[in-house]
């Protein structure tokens, strides 16, 4: 299996338990690898046999946006299933962080992975 992967994806959005976080926007990091098989679109050079990860990251950016979550536990099990269910990827791999919501932390954050 082969991975295209989407590194620091910035996106603003009201996530958490406290009353202030679901008033007032932050911003969370997004990354996600995605296992893929390559195969075709390398022998054929051509992007209609490639995956679009620019539609993955517009779809994941905008879930992100119009959606609002407690934890972000449930925001990566959303977009994972999303993901899987969306697209022709075999597995995903998706890191949230929530930078500064832990003061003496540069980030906090989960890691989880889903497969077909």
Same mark, same amino acid.
């Given at each position: 299996?082969d991975i295209?992967?989407?590194?620091? &994806?910035?996106?603003? %959005? @009201? ?6 976080? $679901? ?8 990354? +996600? ?6 195969k075709k ?9 490639? =995956?679009?990860? $620019? ?8 879930? +992100? ?5 407690? =934890? +972000?536990?449930? &925001?990566? *099990? $959303? &977009? ?9 990827? =075999?597995?995903? *791999?998706? %890191?949230?962080? $929530?930078?500064?919501?832990? @003061? ?6 989960? %890691?989880? %992975? @889903? #497969? #077909?």
């Amino acid at each position: 299996m082969d991975i295209i992967y989407l590194k620091n &994806l910035k996106v603003k %959005t @009201r996530i958490g338990i406290f009353d202030w976080e $679901k008033q007032v926007d932050q911003i969370i990091n997004v990354n +996600i690898e995605l296992g893929v098989d390559i195969k075709k679109a390398s022998e054929t050079d051509d992007i209609k046999h490639a =995956l679009n990860y $620019k539609n993955i990251s517009k779809k994941v950016i905008n879930y +992100i946006e119009n959606n609002r979550f407690n =934890l +972000i536990e449930k &925001l990566a *099990e $959303k &977009l994972a299933e999303m993901i899987l269910s969306e697209t022709n990827v =075999l597995s995903v *791999e998706l %890191t949230i962080s $929530k930078p500064g919501a832990i @003061r003496g932390s540069e980030d906090v954050g989960i %890691t989880i %992975t @889903r #497969k #077909k």
